[in-house]
């Protein structure tokens, strides 16, 4: 990709489909990392820089689900491919969801 790492925290790739609203409509993204510090995922238009959206983590084996906000930080196109790779921030994420983070990280 060509991006220099940026996260302070470990991350853990994980294809992790969620709902995410805060654009013109809702749609369904995968999530392809996640850390404690936030999320990174892909798509088809860009996202600027600075916009809240808000991720609807399904209940599965790892998340007891729920709403998390996120802060765009950075968008970019994929070289040789029609789609955006976005990472985003938590912004006052709950400590339940910090604590599953944190056993993913630590498996």
């Known amino acids: ?22 654009l013109k409509k809702p749609v369904y993204l995968e999530i392809t990392d996640i850390s404690i510090g936030g999320v990174s995922f892909s798509a088809e238009k860009p996202v600027p820089e600075g916009t809240r959206l808000f991720l609807n983590f399904p209940r599965n084996e790892f998340f007891k689900g729920g709403v998390i906000e996120i802060k765009v930080l950075r968008c970019f196109p994929v070289k040789d491919q029609k789609i955006f790779k976005i990472a985003a921030s938590f912004v006052n994420s709950n400590l339940e969801f910090v604590e599953d983070i944190l056993k993913l990280t630590n498996s």
């Open 1 to 22: 990709m060509g991006q220099r790492e940026q996260r302070f925290f470990p991350r853990i790739q994980v294809n992790q489909r969620v709902l995410i609203a805060g």
